[in-house]
């Protein structure tokens, strides 16, 4: 699983984006740049989200007692 954190690359953005691969996570935060009012993405911004994106496990559950 990986996660991105829209806050800080796109302005205005508090989204944490989590998807099973990076093309996702990438795809899904073009979709929101888009939707926050960009026609044409940075380069600069496209660059952070391939750089920000971090790589998550999923937490053990833990035992109920």
Do not use: W
């Amino acid at each position: 699983m990986y996660e991105l954190n829209c806050a800080g690359i796109i302005p205005g953005c508090g989204r944490v984006i989590r998807a099973d691969d990076k093309s996702e996570v990438f795809a899904r935060a073009v979709t929101q740049a888009r939707r926050m009012g960009y026609k044409r993405i940075p380069t600069q911004m496209l660059d952070r989200f391939r750089e920000d994106m971090i790589e998550i496990h999923d937490k053990p559950m833990r035992a109920a007692g």
